[in-house]
């Protein structure tokens, strides 16, 4: 019988600590040393991890049942043995459910083009976009959004949100053309922009240039430092803050909630 084993490596950068699991046959470096680990050699590495805590052998003796995945992911867990399950997690979930993320990504995507970016949605076509939503944030292959420069970086689509003041409904001008989000965790910086046609003879290009300030590996505080309206620069009250959640994340789309309760699709 062919032998599974399994590669994890731990990468070290400045101030972001990644992880990588791949299925395959090679070695794997634990501080330094490098050890040979099929599945049953990485369990029972986990079991002795487990037990060599101080502060999981208090829990295991006074707890009379537990799950050592719950006792993993608990706060008092070493933080190697947590990102492993978590990494191990994501990849299950990443494996199981691809079939089922492309699948409801169509269905939200065609909605959206539909509803046109959500300007025209009717309260049962939102009610269904919500549902969608919902469903996909279960299935999100990356549980650490903000570390994952190489996903989040970049310029995005706006393809749909329930936020009026960004699709015009509230000043009554119509956006053209796409509407832009360009997040970078790596310099923390941000910016929206679109342009936008007053009373039906002039166009202008808006902009708004934000910092980032990551509270977890999803959620940020959106600092805003500055407006711009064609030629015309305005600096931002310091009052201007909101938030971003990333709730789900791959290589071409973005999910994310507003402090507002709002949602955003955009896609790369």
């Given at each position: 019988?062919?032998?599974?084993?399994?590669?994890?490596?731990?990468?070290?950068?400045?101030?972001?600590?990644?992880?990588?699991?791949?299925?395959?046959?090679?070695?794997?470096?634990?501080?330094?040393?490098?050890?040979?680990?099929?599945?049953?050699?990485?369990?029972?590495?986990?079991?002795?991890?487990?037990?060599?805590?101080?502060?999981?052998?208090?829990?295991?003796?006074?707890?009379?049942?537990?799950?050592?995945?719950?006792?993993?992911?608990?706060?008092?867990?070493?933080?190697?043995?947590?990102?492993?399950?978590?990494?191990?997690?994501?990849?299950?979930?990443?494996?199981?459910?691809?079939?089922?993320?492309?699948?409801?990504?169509?269905?939200?995507?065609?909605?959206?083009?539909?509803?046109?970016?959500?300007?025209?949605?009717?309260?049962?076509?939102?009610?269904?976009?919500?549902?969608?939503?919902?469903?996909?944030?279960?299935?999100?292959?990356?549980?650490?959004?903000?570390?994952?420069?190489?996903?989040?970086?970049?310029?995005?689509?706006?393809?749909?949100?329930?936020?009026?003041?960004?699709?015009?409904?509230?000043?009554?001008?119509?956006?053209?053309?796409p509407i832009l989000q360009m997040l970078n965790v790596t310099s923390l910086t941000a910016f929206n922009?679109?342009?936008?046609?007053?009373?039906?003879?002039?166009?202008?290009?808006?902009?708004?240039?934000?910092?980032?300030?990551?509270?977890?590996?999803?959620?940020?505080?959106?600092?805003?430092?500055?407006?711009?309206?064609?030629?015309?620069?305005?600096?931002?009250?310091?009052?201007?803050?909101?938030?971003?959640?990333?709730?789900?994340?791959?290589?071409?789309?973005?999910?994310?909630?507003?402090?507002?309760?709002?949602?955003?699709?955009?896609?790369?």
């Open positions: 019988m062919k032998k599974t084993e399994a590669r994890l490596s731990f990468i070290k950068r400045p101030h972001v600590a990644s992880y990588q699991y791949t299925p395959s046959s090679t070695m794997t470096k634990l501080g330094g040393c490098t050890v040979k680990l099929n599945f049953l050699s990485m369990f029972i590495v986990v079991v002795k991890i487990l037990f060599l805590s101080s502060s999981f052998n208090s829990q295991l003796s006074s707890s009379s049942s537990y799950s050592p995945v719950a006792l993993a992911l608990s706060p008092t867990a070493p933080p190697m043995l947590s990102k492993f399950v978590a990494i191990k997690m994501a990849h299950v979930v990443a494996t199981i459910t691809k079939p089922q993320r492309e699948q409801l990504k169509k269905e939200i995507l065609s909605l959206a083009a539909e509803t046109q970016r959500g300007l025209t949605a009717t309260p049962e076509q939102q009610a269904t976009m919500d549902k969608l939503f919902g469903r996909l944030e279960k299935v999100n292959p990356t549980p650490n959004p903000l570390l994952d420069a190489t996903k989040i970086n970049g310029l995005w689509t706006l393809r749909y949100t329930t936020s009026d003041s960004i699709l015009g409904k509230k000043d009554g001008f119509t956006r053209e053309g922009s679109e342009v936008v046609n007053y009373f039906g003879v002039l166009s202008l290009p808006r902009k708004v240039i934000a910092e980032l300030s990551p509270q977890s590996n999803r959620l940020t505080n959106v600092l805003f430092k500055r407006f711009e309206i064609g030629p015309l620069k305005i600096k931002a009250p310091e009052s201007a803050q909101g938030q971003l959640d990333v709730t789900y994340l791959d290589e071409t789309l973005r999910l994310s909630r507003g402090d507002k309760g709002n949602l955003f699709v955009l896609t790369k």
